[in-house]
């Protein structure tokens, strides 16, 4: 699918901020039922664009929130500014043609990828106010979805229907992973695919807080700070009934290094001390396989 985003680019506030052209439809005011405090806002903004905690949403001048714009500039920021390694991690473009199961919290940057590239989105939450802001995303940029307000321990899905799922934000939220692994399981065809990103243990915050804990009480917090976090051991056991295992360490800004050490590469630094871990895994052909025959 053509690349969707408008190649005329208006520089704002020293980054170069994609424009809106004849491909959308002309931004509207957002609904009431989208009218949020602006401090819940600036948590959005900030969150959905990984990236530092300083960050809010545009200033005086900026985007309207919730609008088209406003979901660009977030989209811009979390994927060609904060997270660049992203898109190509995520596979935006390798699933077109097929069923894409979304889970987790947020605004649904990534689900949209997959969306412009041809993917059949199905996106889960048992929040109605996070589907709203998912469907609004969406519906802006006129891309079609489903869209299930379900617990991710419950889709209501059938076995064997999904072609890939993407987890994003979630595993260390939920009460049970475990379940929620379970459900991806079922849902996915043999074969198919999970991609799950979560908050690392063994980061560049654990490594601060224990070689420097006198500076840690005075520096300020990433948003959303989870208090799970997963080693890539604990991840591979999560997905174990899954084959092919990957994991992959990633996310680091070069502000939060030790001056020293940002001599070194940064894709060698996200590896030691990354601040997100993406697990790559398969359902096993042999699930296809009555059970007498898998054995």
Not at 34 to 57: C, K
Not at 71 to 90: G, K, N, Q, T, V
Not at 257 to 267: A, G, I, N, Q, Y
């Amino acid at each position: 699918m053509a690349d969707s985003y408008s190649s005329k680019l208006q520089i704002w506030e020293g980054w170069a901020r994609p424009v809106l052209e004849g491909r959308y439809p002309v931004p509207v005011a957002p609904p009431p039922s989208l009218q949020f405090p602006p401090e819940y806002t600036d948590h959005l903004y900030a969150s959905e664009t990984l990236g530092p905690p300083s960050l809010h949403g545009p200033d005086e001048g900026g985007s309207e929130p919730y609008t088209l714009q406003w979901f660009l500039d977030i989209e811009h920021l979390r994927h060609h500014r904060y997270a660049r390694w992203l898109p190509s991690c995520l596979e935006f473009n390798k699933h077109a043609g097929e069923t894409l199961l979304g889970l987790g919290v947020g605004l649904g940057t990534d689900w949209v990828q997959y969306a412009r590239y041809g993917a059949s989105v199905v996106v889960c939450s048992p929040s109605a106010e996070h589907l709203a802001l998912v469907r609004r995303n969406f519906d802006l940029r006129q891309f079609p979805a489903r869209f299930l307000q379900t617990t991710p321990t419950a889709l209501p899905l059938d076995s064997s229907s999904i072609d890939v799922v993407c987890v994003t934000n979630l595993l260390h939220k939920v009460r049970d992973p475990k379940a929620v692994v379970a459900e991806v399981y079922r849902v996915l065809k043999p074969g198919g695919k999970v991609l799950a990103v979560t908050p690392g243990r063994y980061d560049i915050d654990f490594w601060r807080r224990l070689l420097l804990p006198w500076r840690w009480g005075s520096e300020r917090r990433w948003a959303d700070e989870p208090a799970t976090r997963y080693t890539g051991r604990r991840l591979r056991g999560l997905f174990h009934r899954f084959v092919e295992h990957r994991v992959h360490k990633r996310h680091l800004r070069r502000a939060d290094v030790p001056h020293l050490w940002r001599l070194l590469p940064t894709s060698m630094l996200e590896r030691l001390i990354g601040r997100l871990l993406i697990v790559k895994a398969f359902k096993p052909l042999s699930a296809a396989m009555p059970v007498p025959l898998a054995a």
